[in-house]
């Protein structure tokens, strides 16, 4: 069994910064792509940034300069490092990755998500 365990939202005021966490664990061979995705109520789920495992990034546009996403690899853990955040920003994000576990099946697990509220 994999898990994905997120860390780090929090409530912040405008112009500020947070640090989110996610740590996979359980029965994992190889971690592929990474990533953060959000969905605010009534809205679909987005891509907030994405990361291989040889540490290429990729943003959603709006993400661009204000968000870092990174990880470590022998920690089996993806970070998004946010600044300057908006109120628009207030979502739930969730850490997401694509798994080949001991049992050589290979799977896209979420995890729980972690709200982020922003306030003006």
């Known amino acids: 069994q994999v898990q994905l365990v997120e860390s780090g939202g929090g409530l912040v005021q405008a112009g500020g910064s947070l640090r989110l966490s996610c740590a996979a664990s359980g029965s994992i061979l190889r971690i592929n792509d990474m990533g953060w995705y959000r969905q605010a109520p009534g809205k679909q789920r987005e891509l907030v940034a994405r990361?291989?495992?040889?540490?290429?990034?990729n943003y959603a546009d709006s993400m661009k300069g204000r968000f870092s996403i990174s990880r470590d690899n022998a920690k089996n853990t993806v970070y998004l490092e946010m600044n300057s955040l908006k109120p628009e920003d207030t979502s739930v994000y969730y850490c997401n990755a694509d798994i080949w576990s001991r049992q050589l099946v290979k799977n896209d697990y979420w995890g729980q998500g972690t709200q982020v509220t922003v306030s003006s």
């Open positions: 990361i291989t495992s040889a540490g290429s990034a």
